[in-house]
């Protein structure tokens, strides 16, 4: 059977909302808001909407917990769980599937705009190709501070026609040129190939509500550490040429007599 996934996880450092959130259609606002805001985006652009399914919402559920359970946030999980395995667990036999993760929004609005103003999240919400949506959302607490944790899950179960008029394509092509402040979202799978490992994507927030958010923030984001390694590199290397270039001349100083060491 072919089938191809996408995975595509957000991250974002934003302040929490007091309310509480289930896994259930119907008992969350957060996940009717959110799956709304999903809808009227392809509403728009005229591709067909997504449909909740149970059996999706309950794999959604599943990793939440999941990363609740194991204090990770990612697509795949310590012990090399992938969205997928969390799908096939529940019965739910796709064709196309794909993920979107957040964690640290204030409400619904906020995270649906940080996953639209980035390419490949946005490609994910367009996608034609998915028929069914299921989502997660649970207030817990995560990385030291309560939260909200949301998952996202799109589908296309095998025998499930999707609008044959458009196609992913399409859905790059609505979404080419958005840029955010989120990066590093992994691409398409095709059934059979390795797991992309896919990087933690990151929201900055202009401030910070502790003294270690942004430690956490950069050393989260391999953009940012790279760039902190690179300057510290060059640091080190400025360091110890100072010290051969002072060293050098003392030396020679020494030797010529003009500098008496005591």
Same mark, same amino acid.
């Given at each position: 059977?072919?089938?191809?996934?996408?995975?595509?996880?957000?991250?974002?450092?934003?302040?929490?909302?007091?309310?509480?959130? &289930?896994?259930?259609?119907?008992?969350?606002?957060?996940?009717?808001?959110?799956?709304?805001? !999903? #809808?009227? *985006?392809?509403?728009?652009?005229?591709? @067909?909407?997504?449909?909740? #399914? @149970?059996?999706?919402?309950?794999?959604?559920?599943? =990793?939440?917990?999941?990363? *609740?359970?194991?204090?990770?946030? !990612?697509?795949?999980?310590? &012990?090399?769980?992938?969205?997928? &395995?969390?799908?096939?667990?529940?019965?739910?036999?796709?064709?196309?599937?794909?993920?979107?993760?957040?964690?640290?929004?204030?409400?619904?609005?906020?995270?649906?705009?940080?996953?639209?103003? &980035?390419? =490949?999240?946005?490609?994910?919400?367009?996608?034609?190709?998915?028929?069914?949506?299921?989502?997660?959302? =649970?207030?817990?607490?995560? *990385?030291?501070?309560?939260?909200?944790?949301?998952?996202?899950?799109?589908?296309?179960? +095998?025998?499930?026609?999707?609008?044959?008029?458009?196609? =992913?394509?399409? !859905?790059?092509?609505?979404?080419?040129?958005?840029?955010? +402040?989120?990066?590093?979202?992994?691409?398409?799978? /095709?059934?059979?190939?390795?797991? @992309? /490992?896919?990087?933690?994507?990151?929201?900055? +927030?202009?401030?910070? @509500?502790?003294? #270690?958010?942004?430690?956490?923030?950069?050393?989260? #984001?391999?953009?940012? !550490?790279?760039?902190?390694?690179?300057?510290?590199?060059?640091?080190?290397?400025?360091?110890?040429?100072?010290?051969?270039?002072?060293?050098?001349?003392?030396?020679?100083?020494?030797?010529?007599?003009?500098?008496?060491?005591?």
């Amino acid at each position: 059977m072919k089938r191809s996934a996408i995975i595509i996880i957000l991250l974002a450092t934003l302040l929490v909302p007091t309310g509480s959130a &289930s896994a259930s259609t119907g008992q969350s606002p957060w996940i009717g808001q959110a799956i709304a805001l !999903a #809808n009227r *985006e392809r509403k728009a652009r005229g591709v @067909p909407e997504l449909t909740m #399914n @149970p059996t999706l919402e309950w794999a959604a559920a599943t =990793k939440l917990s999941d990363m *609740e359970k194991g204090g990770y946030f !990612a697509h795949t999980s310590p &012990s090399g769980l992938t969205p997928w &395995s969390f799908m096939d667990k529940v019965g739910y036999d796709y064709h196309y599937a794909g993920e979107n993760l957040a964690i640290h929004f204030t409400d619904p609005e906020s995270e649906h705009v940080a996953w639209m103003q &980035s390419e =490949k999240h946005c490609q994910n919400i367009l996608d034609p190709r998915f028929v069914e949506i299921g989502m997660a959302a =649970k207030k817990t607490f995560f *990385e030291g501070r309560e939260t909200m944790l949301v998952v996202e899950m799109f589908g296309a179960r +095998s025998g499930q026609e999707s609008d044959t008029r458009l196609t =992913k394509e399409d !859905a790059i092509a609505m979404c080419k040129g958005n840029v955010s +402040s989120v990066s590093g979202a992994s691409e398409d799978r /095709q059934a059979g190939t390795p797991v @992309p /490992q896919g990087r933690i994507a990151l929201f900055l +927030s202009p401030d910070f @509500p502790d003294p #270690n958010a942004f430690a956490r923030t950069i050393s989260g #984001n391999v953009y940012g !550490a790279a760039e902190l390694l690179a300057i510290a590199v060059f640091a080190i290397a400025q360091t110890v040429a100072v010290f051969l270039f002072v060293r050098r001349i003392l030396s020679r100083e020494t030797r010529e007599g003009v500098y008496v060491s005591r």
